[in-house]
T-cell receptor, first 113, second 113 residues
């Protein structure tokens, strides 16, 4: 999967600090959002999702915030670890039951030791 | 379960040659997807199968691309003839049902010279 990485925006974070990765989505009618993590040489992996009737959802060390007013999604990673280094991107769809997702181009997270 | 299995991991070929990418979805999953990932466009859905039947192939770039799913455990994506602009990472993904979590394979990095 290295072809996706060369010109992505990059966020560098010290190990142990919190990370915030942002995503602007395109369709105000989108109803369902997912964050994916893609490590080098691997396929995207589901992290957390949120529906439009919520503005916050928490998982293990991760929190997703949704601001529908400005069509903005963020992923917060607490106590960032070296294993969190990857490309992160969001996906949106019109409904949670559909197969059609629009994927963002991603942000590369680098964790500094 | 071994997850979604794709082969080959890397393919280098010359323009005009036929390329066949292979995918074995997770056993029991009835939805299968082929995606293409590039720097410029991110992840794009090429084709979606449900219960081995192609449901949406609107993302297939042109007639040079074809996909088959002869049974629930195998799918192919063929490009004939291949062109340099087809160079990308091709992912196969499966899900238990339409709208449920996508599980991606590790992808095939295709380079057409």
């Amino acid at each position: 999967g290295e072809s996706v990485g060369l010109h992505l925006p990059t966020l560098s974070v010290q190990e142990g600090d919190n990370s915030i990765i942002n995503c602007a989505y395109s369709n105000s009618a989108s109803d369902y959002f997912i964050w994916y993590k893609q490590e080098s040489g691997k396929g995207p992996q589901f992290i957390i999702d949120i529906r439009s009737n919520m503005d916050k959802r928490q998982g293990q060390r991760v929190t997703v915030l949704l601001n529908k007013t400005v069509k903005h999604l963020s992923l917060q990673i607490a106590a960032t670890q070296p294993g969190d280094s990857a490309v992160y991107f969001c996906a949106e769809s019109l409904t949670s039951g559909t197969y059609k997702y629009i994927f963002g181009t991603g942000t590369r997270l680098k964790v500094l030791a | 379960d071994a997850g979604v299995i794709q082969s080959p991991r890397h393919e280098v070929t010359e323009m005009g040659q036929e390329v066949t990418l292979r995918c074995k979805p997770i056993s029991g999953h009835n939805s299968l997807f082929w995606y293409r990932q590039t720097m410029m466009r991110g992840l794009e859905l090429l084709i979606y199968f449900n219960n081995n039947v192609p449901i949406d192939d609107s993302g297939m770039p042109e007639d040079r691309f074809s996909a088959k799913m002869p049974n629930a455990s195998f799918s192919t994506l063929k490009i004939q003839p291949s062109e340099p602009r087809d160079s990308a990472v091709y992912f196969c993904a499966s899900s238990l049902s339409e709208g449920s979590e996508l599980f991606f394979g590790s992808g095939t990095q295709l380079s057409v010279l």
